[in-house]
């Protein structure tokens, strides 16, 4: 099975307009972004983002699906298929429901969280079929929503950041809490399939074990336009380098700040 903490690291970097704070939003639903994963030179899997207009229990909400599976001889060695849903309240960027579906070889697991934000003055309350009930802090996220709020309320500000600064963001993830701390790490160009593209470089900080050398063994690339764009994340762990990087993409509400197309 795959180890979990370098799961969570990887769906860690993998996530209706509104006004935030005079801010338009980075987003529309429609947005799609498709990944493909890489160990060296081989291809290992691919994964998709999206985010779209839905409803739920009589409420409209932002409805956001991450999938990643393995392809080719990996597939056919060890299959993966996971799926990670969020439904988002609009305004806020809460999440009020999410699913995991993990199929990894053999091993399943399926948990649905409901996250209640308002019945609490001074805290939420999870509501797990695995694990039962949580009085969390207020504010928290899931692992889609976080991202959709980091792109939305952190980065429009990256030009107050300065290298070594670390955003923190409380999130509900794998059937427990924990804490996101990013890292950022100054500006960056990127080629990718797509273009290469100026981005926002970070690390999540990561724990020092089994599986990663130093704190900052995995780095995310963010477009610097007004999409504030996953694009590319790498991870570099004792067996050695992983990365996932942009293959295609629809629905952004703004162009991509494109540098120079490259040749397909």
């Given amino acids: 099975m795959i180890d979990m903490r370098m ?3 990887m769906v860690l970097a993998l996530v209706l307009p509104v006004q935030l704070n005079g801010q338009e939003s980075a987003y529309i639903p429609g947005e799609k972004v498709n990944y493909e994963i890489h160990y060296g030179v081989v291809q290992g899997g691919v994964a ?3 985010i779209k207009a839905d409803t739920f229990r009589g409420r409209n909400v932002y409805h956001s699906t991450l999938i990643g599976k393995t ?3 990996v597939d056919a060695v060890f299959k993966v298929k996971d799926v990670y849903e ?3 309240e609009p305004g806020s960027e809460l999440c009020i429901f999410s699913i995991r579906n993990i199929r990894e070889g053999r091993y399943r697991k399926y948990n649905e969280v409901i996250f209640d934000h308002y019945s609490r003055p001074d805290s939420a309350i ?6 039962g009930v949580h009085v969390v802090e ?3 996220h899931d692992i889609l929503s976080c991202f959709y709020y980091f792109r939305n309320h952190h980065l429009p500000n990256f030009k107050d950041f300065k290298r070594g600064d670390i955003i923190a963001i409380n999130t509900w993830f794998t059937d427990e809490l924990y804490p996101i701390r990013l890292r950022y790490l100054g500006t960056d ?3 990718t399939k797509v273009a290469r593209l100026k981005c926002l470089k970070f690390n999540p900080v990561t724990e020092v074990g089994r599986l990663f050398k130093t704190e900052d063994d995995v780095s995310i690339w963010f477009t610097a336009d007004k999409n504030f764009l996953p694009v590319k994340i790498r991870f570099d762990i004792f067996v050695g380098g992983f990365v996932a990087e942009i293959s295609s993409y629809e629905g952004l509400k703004y162009p991509l700040d494109i540098r120079r197309k490259e040749n397909n």
């Fill in 7 to 9: 799961f969570k690291t």
């Fill in 48 to 50: 998709s983002l999206e």
């Fill in 71 to 73: 392809t080719g001889m």
């Fill in 86 to 88: 969020s439904f988002i």
């Fill in 126 to 131: 999870l509501t797990s079929d695995l694990s």
């Fill in 138 to 140: 207020k504010g928290i």
């Fill in 189 to 191: 160009e990127v080629r």
